[in-house]
């Protein structure tokens, strides 16, 4: 069996109703959190029990925090200590004007020294498994990297996961998946890739490269079975280790898939969050459809999650072929 998959952190994606539906399928080793911010956690913002949740499977969740300095992210990691997770993860990777502006996500890259601060006092807070998600750095320079991330190694840190690309390139040009295996040879400890993982064929071959685990993030909005199906692939490419196996049907119920997801919404975040998730959601999902745009406008003009129900049925009403998705590893 290739190396573990996580779930990447997304801002209002990652949550407790996209690990349920997950979870149906299987094959995801560990979840990320959607970033929580650290200020909010701390001045106990009215939604953080939300934001904290780590079902169903506590024990593989990983809470990613993102804040602007080193004492706010320090007695974050505090309170999140308190709760059963898989480890604590802090955004050093995000490059949204708005958070890097207040010194938070890929701006932590700017200084070593800070970072290096940051690490070694969040280590004194926390005896979990504690990470970083980082992109390349400020600049495309794999020495600067490389140096950034043996100081934090040295400050104590367990892990870290790498989308290969600079904070300006945001999603422009394709990840640098070479710079994983290069920074797995200049650190000792675990190095996760991550980035434009397409399918499961290629997840699967990600796998079995030069990393210790591989994380997946639109591609799992949009096919919610790929760990799963990657898994399989594993099975029929004769790895060694791999018995029974995630459950994976011949094909995918795409409907049933959008109504589940809009009741486990329903069920697991406050209303006040139940239309911009579902935008969210669909933005990715409905790509499995030939009228994706089409379908997609018709959503993002619903508030609710019962007339998000409505344009599902009617879509698939009139368009029954786009139902079922064919899952090609089941004929290999
Ligand atoms: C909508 C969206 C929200 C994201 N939010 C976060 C976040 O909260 N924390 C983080 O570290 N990265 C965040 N990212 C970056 C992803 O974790 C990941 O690095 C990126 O999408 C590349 O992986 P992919 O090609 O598999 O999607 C976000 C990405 C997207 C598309």
Same mark, same amino acid.
């Given at each position: 069996?290739?190396?573990?998959?996580?779930?990447?952190?997304?801002?209002?994606?990652?949550?407790?109703?996209?690990?349920?539906?997950?979870?149906?399928?299987?094959?995801?080793?560990?979840?990320?959190?959607?970033?929580?911010?650290?200020?909010?956690?701390?001045?106990?913002?009215?939604?953080?029990?939300?934001?904290?949740?780590?079902?169903?499977?506590? %024990?593989?969740?990983?809470?990613?925090?993102?804040?602007?300095?080193?004492?706010?992210?320090?007695?974050?990691?505090?309170?999140?200590?308190?709760?059963?997770?898989?480890?604590?993860?802090?955004?050093?990777?995000?490059?949204?004007?708005?958070?890097?502006?207040?010194? =938070?996500?890929?701006?932590?890259?700017?200084?070593?020294?800070?970072?290096? %601060?940051?690490?070694?006092?969040?280590?004194?807070?926390?005896?979990?498994?504690?990470?970083?998600?980082?992109?390349?750095?400020?600049?495309?320079?794999?020495?600067?990297?490389?140096?950034?991330?043996?100081?934090?190694?040295?400050?104590?840190?367990?892990?870290?996961?790498? $989308?290969?690309?600079?904070?300006?390139?945001?999603?422009?040009?394709?990840?640098?998946?070479?710079?994983?295996?290069?920074?797995?040879?200049?650190?000792?400890?675990?190095?996760?890739?991550?980035? %434009?993982?397409?399918?499961?064929?290629?997840?699967?071959?990600?796998?079995?490269?030069?990393?210790? =685990?591989?994380? =997946?993030?639109?591609?799992?909005?949009?096919?919610?079975?790929?760990?799963?199906?990657?898994?399989?692939?594993?099975?029929?490419?004769? +790895?060694?280790?791999?018995?029974?196996?995630?459950?994976?049907?011949?094909?995918?119920?795409?409907?049933?898939?959008?109504?589940?997801?809009?009741?486990?919404?329903?069920?697991?975040?406050?209303?006040?969050?139940?239309?911009?998730?579902? $935008?969210?959601?669909?933005?990715?999902?409905? %790509?499995?459809?030939?009228?994706?745009?089409?379908?997609?406008?018709?959503?993002?003009?619903?508030?609710?999650?019962?007339?998000?129900?409505?344009?599902?049925?009617?879509?698939?009403?009139?368009?029954?072929?786009?139902?079922?998705?064919?899952? +090609?590893?089941?004929?290999?």
């Amino acid at each position: 069996m290739g190396v573990p998959f996580l779930l990447a952190p997304m801002a209002e994606l990652s949550h407790r109703g996209l690990r349920e539906l997950i979870e149906k399928f299987g094959a995801c080793d560990e979840y990320f959190t959607e970033m929580i911010s650290a200020g909010a956690l701390i001045s106990g913002g009215p939604f953080e029990s939300w934001y904290t949740d780590t079902g169903p499977c506590p %024990d593989r969740v990983v809470y990613q925090v993102a804040g602007p300095d080193i004492e706010l992210v320090a007695a974050a990691v505090s309170l999140l200590d308190q709760h059963a997770c898989a480890g604590i993860d802090i955004n050093m990777g995000c490059s949204a004007p708005g958070i890097v502006r207040t010194g =938070a996500g890929v701006r932590w890259m700017a200084s070593i020294d800070r970072a290096g %601060d940051l690490i070694r006092q969040v280590r004194k807070r926390t005896r979990r498994r504690l990470s970083v998600k980082l992109r390349t750095g400020l600049e495309d320079d794999f020495e600067y990297l490389a140096a950034f991330c043996k100081r934090l190694e040295s400050e104590g840190l367990d892990r870290i996961t790498l $989308h290969p690309r600079t904070a300006k390139e945001k999603f422009k040009r394709y990840a640098r998946w070479e710079y994983v295996g290069r920074l797995r040879s200049a650190v000792r400890i675990p190095v996760a890739g991550n980035g %434009d993982i397409a399918d499961a064929g290629e997840l699967a071959r990600r796998a079995s490269g030069d990393c210790d =685990a591989v994380m =997946a993030g639109r591609l799992a909005l949009r096919s919610p079975w790929v760990f799963a199906e990657a898994r399989h692939i594993e099975k029929a490419a004769g +790895m060694a280790g791999f018995q029974d196996g995630p459950v994976l049907p011949a094909s995918i119920d795409l409907e049933e898939l959008g109504f589940e997801f809009l009741d486990l919404l329903a069920r697991y975040q406050p209303k006040e969050f139940h239309t911009s998730r579902a $935008h969210r959601f669909f933005a990715y999902f409905c %790509d499995n459809f030939t009228w994706a745009t089409y379908l997609k406008n018709l959503l993002g003009r619903e508030t609710g999650l019962s007339a998000m129900a409505g344009v599902l049925a009617v879509y698939f009403r009139d368009h029954p072929e786009e139902r079922l998705k064919k899952i +090609m590893v089941h004929e290999r």
